[in-house]
């Protein structure tokens, strides 16, 4: 059973950067489409950021966009999130996902599409 554990979360001010990471258990997130999804308190999960399969192709959510990057890195099992120009309406509870089913070889935005799920990394940005 593939586990996911995110890392790097923590307490920023405004326009500051952290970058999240998310240690696979195996190697087989490498043939996974994997993402970042986060949940504000009192909010329904939201998509942020996925890389397909081979890494060939990334989608973001509007609100991040040109200010957040999703990248991996196969020999060391781990995805990773830069976060930049961080605003205080960023602040939830980040979790990453892979996705070992045909979707994978697209950029799902898609909760549903994930079969695999880390156990989230509090990030908090202050004004």
């Known amino acids: 059973q593939l586990q996911l554990v995110e890392s790097g979360g923590g307490l920023v001010q405004a326009g500051t950067s952290l970058r999240l990471s998310c240690a696979a258990s195996d190697r087989t997130i490498s043939s996974y489409g994997k993402a970042w999804f986060r949940q504000a308190p009192g909010k329904e999960r939201e998509f942020v950021a996925t890389i397909n399969w081979n890494g060939g192709k990334t989608d973001y959510a509007d609100s991040v966009k040109g200010r957040f990057t999703i990248s991996r890195d196969n020999a060391k099992n781990t995805l990773y999130l830069q976060m930049n120009s961080l605003k205080p309406e960023d602040t939830a509870v980040y979790y990453c996902?892979?996705?070992?089913?045909?979707?994978?070889?697209?950029?799902?935005?898609?909760?549903?599409?994930?079969?695999?799920w880390g156990q989230g990394t509090q990030v908090t940005v202050s004004s």
């Open positions: 996902a892979a996705d070992s089913g045909l979707t994978r070889r697209i950029c799902s935005m898609t909760g549903q599409n994930y079969d695999y």
